[in-house]
């Protein structure tokens, strides 16, 4: 049973970081595509980055230079390093994985960026 489970979110003043994590469990992040979404209110949810198994990365453009993606094989976890926070940031942050067709979601996390 694989589980990705979120943490790190909270109430941030703009120009502040946060650092998101999605601890996984029942499969290796190595062997996943593992991906970091988005929803805001009254919006569809999207892709914010995404980590490769090789190790390539791909961010949404409004993200780029300000998030990075990375992963700790020894801890099975996947981070979301988020800097120069900005109000429309503001939403529910989600992790995904993904892998030969099967893909597993976490609960989500509150990111709120307002001062």
């Known amino acids: 049973q694989v589980r990705l489970v979120e943490s790190g979110g909270g109430l941030v003043q703009p120009g502040g970081s946060l650092r998101l994590s999605c601890a996984a469990s029942?499969?290796?992040?190595?062997?996943?595509?593992m991906d970091w979404y988005r929803q805001a209110p009254g919006k569809e949810r999207e892709l914010v980055a995404r980590?490769?198994?090789?190790?390539?990365?791909y961010y949404l453009d409004c993200v780029k230079g300000r998030f990075t993606i990375s992963r700790d094989n020894a801890e099975n976890t996947v981070y979301l390093q988020m800097n120069s926070l900005k109000s429309e940031d503001t939403a529910v942050y989600y992790c995904?994985?993904?892998?030969?067709?099967?893909?597993?979601w976490g609960q989500g996390t509150q990111v709120t960026v307002s001062s």
């Open positions: 980590l490769f198994t090789d190790s390539s990365t």
């Open positions: 995904r994985s993904r892998r030969l067709g099967n893909e597993y």
């Open positions: 029942g499969t290796s992040i190595r062997i996943n595509t």
